[in-house]
């Protein structure tokens, strides 16, 4: 699971004396019990490794707009440290579909649910969303969408 390996990260780099890795992982874990905490009131139930990526892929498309807007102000040395954990957040996310992928996967959604417009762009994406969620893109999938279906 990837709360184990998280977890063992953690340790490590506390053994190690890495004090960046470690206040990174501590983030992440402490956004993982934040969203455990959330989940006890919800009455659905998650598979815990979806939840988890999930966390990591808002934390790391949080980083990546922080790196585009330090770029932009000209604070280079805020940048990097945002990079420096993003780096580390991807190391514990899956590998996300390439854009082939997604164009078949999308392909294939609209062959089976008979989407032709854009109406039926709810329909594709969410469909998409739940069986590839952990490992799509979803802005890359949003505009492969829209080209599909215009």
Do not use: C, W
């Not at 780099?13 to 934040?34: C, G, H, N, P, Y």
């Not at 969203?35 to 998650?46: G, M, N, V």
């Not at 854009?118 to 739940?130: A, C, I, N, R």
């Amino acid at each position: 699971m990837i709360r184990d390996d998280i977890k063992a990260a953690t340790i490590t780099a506390m053994k190690a004396k890495e004090k960046e890795r470690t206040a990174t992982l501590r983030q992440v874990s402490a956004k993982i019990k934040d969203r455990d905490i959330e989940e006890r009131t919800s009455s659905k139930e998650i598979d815990d490794d979806a939840m988890v990526t999930s966390v990591l892929q808002k934390m790391a498309k949080q980083r990546r707009e922080s790196i585009e807007m330090y770029n932009q102000g000209g604070r280079d040395e805020l940048a990097a440290k945002e990079q420096d954990e993003l780096a580390i957040i991807e190391e514990f996310l899956p590998t996300m579909m390439s854009e082939a992928d997604t164009k078949a996967a999308i392909e294939a959604i609209k062959a089976e649910t008979g989407a032709s417009s854009m109406k039926d762009m709810g329909t594709v994406m969410g469909e998409l969303k739940s069986r590839h969620g952990a490992v799509l893109d979803g802005k890359l999938a949003s505009g492969l969408v829209k080209a599909a279906l215009s």
